[in-house]
Antibody
Framework: EVQLVESGGGLVKPGGSLRLSCAAS????????MNWVRQAPGKGLEWVGR??????????DYAAPVKGRFTISRDDSKNTLYLQMNSLNTEDTALYYC?????????WGQGTLVTVSS | DIQMTQSPSSLSASVGDRVTITCRAS??????LAWFQQKPGKAPKSLIY???SLQSGVPSKFSGSGSGTDFTLTISSLQPEDFATYYC?????????FGQGTKLEIK
């Protein structure tokens, strides 16, 4: 069974940084493109970004609101996905989900809450 | 960016009813469309991928159709556990975008 477990969320001041992690199991992580999606309190879903697998160059793509501030990376030896978030602002307050790539066996973690507030 | 518009935004129905939710893309996305169910306080659960393929373990009461710009999710014989918010998502091109959601409530 696919399992995705996010961690690293918390309260951070505007302008601060945070790194989220997502531990993956139940599937071949190294051959799976991965995504981050977020959901602000009481709002809909917003795609944050995606990372390809190493054999596809490990390329990343980001949504416009986070481009240049957020960085997605992966450690295939640890089956772990990361989201480094810098220059955080209040609009980044959200529940952050780690997901596999859309398509067959599209799976979501339970999310980790990031609150940006002074 | 591709805009995804769901209708209706909310829907009241009774147990046993059949309901249809529509998702329209601002430009063609072939069949790169997924549908999700989300219950309060829970992570989204994937129901449908490639517009009409059922994810493993999802009951056949859920069905999807469409291609290009117009898509539908149909839920037959509603049960209490089906009352939730439903989202569509296009994954044809970046940035991947979601519909605003359709809240399905018990009448």
């Amino acid at each position: 069974e696919v399992q995705l477990v996010e961690s690293g969320g918390g309260l951070v001041k505007p302008g601060g940084s945070l790194r989220l992690s997502c531990a993956a199991s139940g599937f071949t992580f190294s051959t799976t493109w991965m995504n981050w999606v977020r959901q602000a309190p009481g709002k809909g879903l917003e795609w944050v970004g995606r990372i390809k697998i190493k054999s596809d160059g490990g390329a990343t793509d980001y949504a416009a609101p986070v481009k240049g501030r957020f960085t997605i990376s992966r450690d295939d030896s640890k089956n772990t996905l990361y989201l480094q978030m810098n220059s955080l602002n209040t609009e980044d307050t959200a529940l952050y989900y780690c997901t596999t790539h859309p398509g067959w066996n599209y799976a979501w973690g339970q999310g980790t809450l990031v609150t940006v507030s002074s | 960016d591709i805009q995804m518009t769901q209708s209706p935004s909310s829907l009241s129905a009774s147990v046993g009813d059949r309901v249809t939710i529509t998702c329209r893309a601002s430009q063609g996305i072939s069949s790169y469309l997924a549908w999700f169910q989300q219950k309060p306080g829970k992570a989204p659960k994937s129901l449908i991928y490639a517009a009409s393929s059922l994810q493993s373990g999802v009951p056949s009461k859920f069905s999807g159709s469409g291609s290009g710009t117009d898509f539908t999710l149909t839920i037959s014989s509603l049960q209490p556990e089906d009352f939730a918010t439903y989202y569509c998502q296009q994954y044809n091109s970046y940035p991947y975008t979601f519909g605003q959601g359709t809240k399905l409530e018990i009448k």
